[in-house]
């Protein structure tokens, strides 16, 4: 049985971005482990719940009847409840102005290494779900870069939705400092897709009390603060390329060890290619 572990953010994901690829992972009989960043319950965005949310830029309907209450189903559950946190997984990189930071750093190689060798290859691949909250705690998190780095030195594949290919955009070794997906043909949230106002985030972070978010468990800010078009356009240089595919219905891009989706409604495709990557051996896809 192949084991297949989901990232999500603790600052809202996009419930149809969760379920297109759970849905098939779950059909191919596939075992699932939920991840948060501390591991904390994953909050789905309101309106990835609410059927007949207007999508500003787009004009229209992005939350149907159907995939709602699939959203809801998952939600109610309870197999979010309780997910991995990465925090106690992953160490965290020390900083230079550590007087010890040689040994330090020695010590964090050999801790990434033994979990890449020893645990990492439990797992046969890794979903980063999309999502406005993807932008906050997964797009620079660290621990998260150092699990991809390790899915892709066992060659593994990695599926990123919509703003979660912002990780792989970010994610590199930190010795040479360049970009996984550098040479890459990649999808994601284009700019046409960005909102000018309304960008939300929700979660346990707004309403805990702990003030790491703004207490009222709803945070508008504005337009997305990293245009990820841009970002992916510019991380996958001369040689790579981003594939918006904006007209079209759908936008995923396989290029081995890489799966990317652009947004929500290329999420059941996603996971249906996900499948046929691990299945069928599928490399190459979109382009």
């Known amino acids: 049985?192949?084991?297949?572990?989901?990232?999500?953010?603790?600052?809202?994901?996009?419930?149809?971005?969760?379920?297109?690829?759970?849905?098939?992972?779950?059909?191919?009989?596939?075992?699932?482990?939920?991840?948060?960043?501390?591991?904390k319950y994953p909050t789905a965005l309101s309106v990835s719940c609410a059927p007949g949310y207007i999508d500003p830029p787009l004009g229209r309907s992005v939350t149907s009847e159907e995939m709602g209450a699939k959203t809801m189903k998952v939600i109610d559950s309870g197999r979010l409840e309780n997910p991995?946190?990465?925090?106690?997984?992953?160490?965290?990189?020390?900083?230079?102005s550590s007087p010890t930071y040689l040994r330090d750093m020695e010590a964090y190689?050999?801790?990434?290494?033994?979990?890449?060798?020893?645990?990492?290859?439990?797992?046969?691949?890794?979903?980063?779900?999309?999502?406005?909250?993807?932008?906050?705690?997964?797009?620079?998190?660290?621990?998260?870069?150092?699990?991809?780095?390790?899915?892709?030195?066992?060659?593994?594949?990695?599926?990123?939705?919509?703003?979660?290919?912002?990780c792989l955009a970010f994610a590199r070794d930190f010795r040479e400092k360049k970009s996984l997906i550098w040479g890459k043909h990649v999808t994601g949230h284009p700019i046409d897709y960005d909102?000018?106002?309304?960008?939300?985030?929700?979660?346990?972070?707004?309403?805990?009390?702990?003030?790491?978010?703004?207490?009222?468990?709803?945070?508008?800010?504005?337009?997305?603060?990293?245009?990820?078009e841009f970002i992916l356009r510019d991380a996958v240089g001369p040689d790579?390329?981003?594939?918006?595919?904006?007209?079209?219905?759908?936008?995923?891009?396989?290029?081995?060890?890489?799966i990317t989706s652009r947004s929500t409604a290329s999420s059941m495709e996603c996971g249906r290619l996900l499948v046929e990557v691990l299945e069928k051996g599928l490399t190459r896809y979109g382009f």
């Open 1 to 39: 049985m192949k084991n297949i572990l989901f990232m999500l953010s603790e600052w809202g994901y996009w419930g149809e971005e969760l379920v297109g690829p759970l849905e098939a992972c779950d059909a191919a009989g596939y075992k699932v482990t939920f991840i948060t960043p501390n591991g």
């Open 84 to 96: 991995k946190s990465l925090a106690d997984w992953f160490p965290l990189r020390a900083y230079p």
């Open 109 to 166: 190689y050999e801790t990434i290494d033994k979990i890449v060798a020893e645990e990492l290859v439990n797992y046969d691949a890794l979903v980063i779900v999309g999502g406005s909250g993807a932008l906050v705690d997964l797009a620079n998190n660290t621990r998260l870069h150092e699990l991809i780095l390790g899915f892709v030195k066992l060659n593994k594949p990695i599926a990123a939705e919509c703003y979660g290919v912002s």
């Open 195 to 228: 909102y000018l106002d309304g960008t939300g985030f929700e979660g346990p972070h707004a309403i805990d009390g702990s003030n790491k978010g703004f207490g009222d468990g709803y945070i508008n800010f504005g337009a997305p603060f990293y245009p990820l």
């Open 240 to 258: 790579g390329a981003f594939i918006g595919n904006v007209g079209h219905a759908t936008s995923v891009i396989v290029d081995y060890p890489f």
